[in-house]
C-alpha cells in the first residue's frame, strides 16, 4: 500500500547542477502536484497536472519544469539549481472530490 | 485568488486539555472545501479533518472537530483531551470545489504539548 512515493528523500547539489525528483502513485489518481515548504512558511504550489500529458503553472514555478508522461508519475526538473530552491518538496496526488495524498517529502540543499 | 491566514505561529497546551487552532480563509467562491492537515516531525502531511462549505454541520474526527463560520470566513480546528502524539505543525487548507483540486495553505501553528 505505497500511496505516492517521492525519490529521493534527501539530495544535496552545488549551484549551476541539475536533477529531477520523481514521484511515483498507485492509486490512479488523475491530479498530481509539487509543492515547495520552507521556514516559516505553509506549502506552495509549484506546477500541477490534471491528467496525463498535461502540466500547469502554480504560485512559485519559476525554476522548475514538470513532466507527465505516464499517469502515475510526476517529474520536477532544477536545469539550473540556485541556493533559494534550497527547500522540502512534497508531491501529491488526488482525485475529484477526494483529499490529496502526499508523499513524505525530498530535501533538497543546494549549495 | 484565495489566501488562507493562520495568525497563531505556536500554541501550547497541558496534555489532556484542549486547545483551539485558528484559521481564517479568504475567497468570493460559494462552494469550497478547507482541511485541516498535521506535520508531525517526521515530516509527513497527514490529513486531520475536512469540511465541505455546503454542509452547515461541522466536521468531527474523534478527539478532533472543527468550528465552521461560513459568513465569518473561519475555520478553527479544536483538539480534545490533547496527547503527546499531537504535537506537530498543523496546517489549514483550502481547496475549491470545482477544477484542479489545488490546496491553498496557511503558514501553519507549532502545537506543543505539554506533560
Known amino acids: 500500500n505505497a500511496g505516492v512515493t517521492q525519490t529521493p528523500k534527501f539530495r544535496v547539489l552545488k549551484t549551476g547542477q541539475s536533477m529531477t525528483l520523481l514521484c511515483a502513485q498507485d492509486m490512479n489518481h488523475e491530479y498530481m502536484y509539487w509543492y515547495r515548504q520552507d521556514p516559516g512558511m505553509g506549502l506552495r504550489l509549484i506546477h500541477y497536472?490534471?491528467?496525463?500529458?498535461?502540466?500547469a503553472k502554480g504560485e512559485v514555478p519559476d525554476g522548475y519544469n514538470v513532466s507527465r508522461l505516464k499517469k502515475q508519475n510526476f517529474l520536477l526538473g532544477l536545469e539550473s539549481a540556485a541556493p533559494s530552491q534550497t527547500s522540502v518538496y512534497f508531491c501529491?496526488?488526488?482525485?475529484?472530490?477526494?483529499?490529496?495524498?502526499f508523499g513524505d517529502g525530498t530535501r533538497l540543499s543546494i549549495l | 485568488a484565495q489566501t488562507v491566514t493562520q495568525s497563531q505561529p505556536e500554541m501550547s497546551v497541558q496534555e489532556a486539555e484542549t486547545v483551539t487552532l485558528s484559521c481564517t480563509y479568504d475567497t468570493s467562491e460559494s462552494d469550497y472545501y478547507l482541511f485541516w492537515y498535521k506535520q508531525p516531525p517526521s515530516r509527513q502531511m497527514i490529513l486531520v479533518i475536512r469540511?465541505?462549505?455546503?454542509?452547515?454541520q461541522n466536521a468531527t474526527e474523534n478527539r478532533f472537530s472543527v468550528n465552521f463560520q461560513k459568513a465569518a470566513k473561519s475555520f478553527s480546528l479544536k483538539i480534545s483531551d490533547s496527547q503527546l502524539g499531537d504535537a506537530a505543525m498543523y496546517f489549514c487548507?483550502?481547496?475549491?470545489?470545482?477544477?484542479?483540486?489545488?490546496?491553498?495553505f496557511g503558514q501553519g501553528t507549532r502545537l506543543t504539548i505539554n506533560p
Open positions: 487548507a483550502y481547496r475549491s470545489f470545482q477544477g484542479a483540486q489545488k490546496l491553498v
Open positions: 501529491a496526488s488526488s482525485r475529484q472530490g477526494v483529499a490529496q495524498h
Open positions: 469540511q465541505e462549505a455546503y454542509k452547515q
Open positions: 497536472s490534471v491528467g496525463e500529458g498535461t502540466t
